[in-house]
């Protein structure tokens, strides 16, 4: 018998890459994309789905009666209703270690982006201001250097790990902040303490609105905040708020809590500010960090057929 593989938003990836040989006798159907109306008559009859961002809960998932596996196309599993299928004997699994270099490398070109002020700089040079110096360098900006600060990185998962693999690279000293049980006098110190905190777990009850306008108030008027988690995590008005105001040094941010964002979102008010940078979503999305998570989407769906199946969550 034939499995149904259903691909809900295939438009994750790019056209370019090439996905490897399923080892079964199966059909593959590609869906660029799946609106919350399209879900449930795409998923009727598939015995796999692969999703990343569609919303699969449970008024959804009770009219899949053939469905045996999700493969998800990210770590995440916030799209998915876990306990429904737990209950109903569908198995989940997700990719992981697949982004750790590539968003760890974004977060520093953030970093690097906010110290040494190339957006300002730039502008600088294309307003005219350079060229009408009488000197030979521009030094209206200050600029800083990473050896020497102090880096808080939330979440010691695989990302944080490597993140602060490259920030003793730099010569930075690195603490690290677990999100689970956390105290609040624990986050309130950690911050005081940070010339850079980097955000790197999960978006759930507990970190839902984590760094607001209250917590930003804690930390150094030179600290800057980088975020490549998930949007929701810090409160988006309260960062822009901040910005605005000059109550922390600048933000660099590569998700928001809806993507795409739309046209009010909060970070529009600030996107021309020299420090503020924001990119869409895309610290995870290097060529070979792409070609790795196809590799191993294929890999777990192959895997659950010869009845070895890997990352399960």
Excluded at 33 to 50: C, D, E, F, N, P
Excluded at 115 to 124: A, F, M, P, T
Excluded at 174 to 193: A, P, T
Excluded at 289 to 294: F, I, P, V
Aim: aromatic letters at 8%; one cysteine or more; proline letters at 3%.
């Amino acid at each position: 018998m034939k499995k149904s593989i259903v691909f809900l938003d295939s438009a994750t990836f790019p056209n370019h890459l090439k996905f490897n040989k399923i080892n079964f006798p199966h059909t593959w159907k590609n869906h660029k994309t799946t609106s919350s109306t399209q879900v449930i008559t795409r998923i009727k009859t598939a015995h796999v789905l692969v999703n990343n961002k569609v919303n699969l809960g449970k008024k959804e998932l009770i009219h899949a009666k053939n469905l045996e596996l999700i493969a998800l196309t990210a770590t995440g599993t916030n799209t998915v209703d876990l306990d429904y299928c737990r209950k109903n004997n569908i198995k989940v699994c997700n990719l992981r270690n697949y982004a750790s270099v590539t968003v760890a490398e974004h977060v520093f070109a953030l970093i690097l982006n906010l110290l040494r002020q190339i957006k300002g700089l730039e502008n600088d040079i294309s307003s005219g201001l350079w060229q009408k110096q009488k000197v030979f360098s521009m030094v209206n900006r200050r600029v800083f250097n990473l050896h020497g600060k102090k880096i808080g990185i939330i979440g010691k998962g695989s990302i944080g790990l490597q993140v602060a693999k490259f920030a003793n690279a730099f010569g930075m000293s690195v603490e690290f902040l677990s999100v689970q049980q956390l105290k609040k006098n624990q986050l309130e110190n950690f911050l005081k303490r940070q010339d850079i905190v980097s955000l790197h777990c999960p978006l759930n009850k507990n970190t839902e609105n984590l760094i607001t306008l209250k917590e930003i108030k804690l930390m150094k008027k030179t600290a800057i905040i980088i975020n490549t988690a998930r949007g929701g995590i810090v409160n988006e008005q309260d960062l822009v708020t901040s910005i605005r105001k000059k109550i922390i040094a600048g933000a660099g941010i590569d998700v928001t809590t809806t993507e795409p964002p739309k046209k009010n979102h909060p970070y529009y008010q600030i996107i021309k500010h020299s420090n503020f940078i924001w990119t869409p979503h895309t610290a995870w999305a290097s060529e070979e960090a792409l070609k790795t998570s196809l590799d191993q989407l294929i890999l777990n769906i192959n895997r659950f057929y010869l009845g070895k199946p890997r990352n399960l969550v």
